[in-house]
């Protein structure tokens, strides 16, 4: 696990490069420049993506 994003609202981490996630309101989005990522799953206040 690699936590990529720590911030009063977002917390953020990257595993195994093949699965991003964000906890909390605020903003992240996964790097693209290594690879594609698409959403896997999201809801209130959290969002899970894939690698492609």
Not at 20 to 44: D, Y
């Amino acid at each position: 696990v690699k936590i990529v994003k720590v911030e009063r609202d977002v917390y953020a981490a990257i595993i195994d490069e093949k699965v991003a996630m964000k906890i909390g309101p605020g903003h992240f989005e996964p790097p693209s420049e290594s690879q594609r990522w698409s959403v896997a799953l999201e809801g209130g206040d959290y969002k899970v993506w894939e690698a492609s």
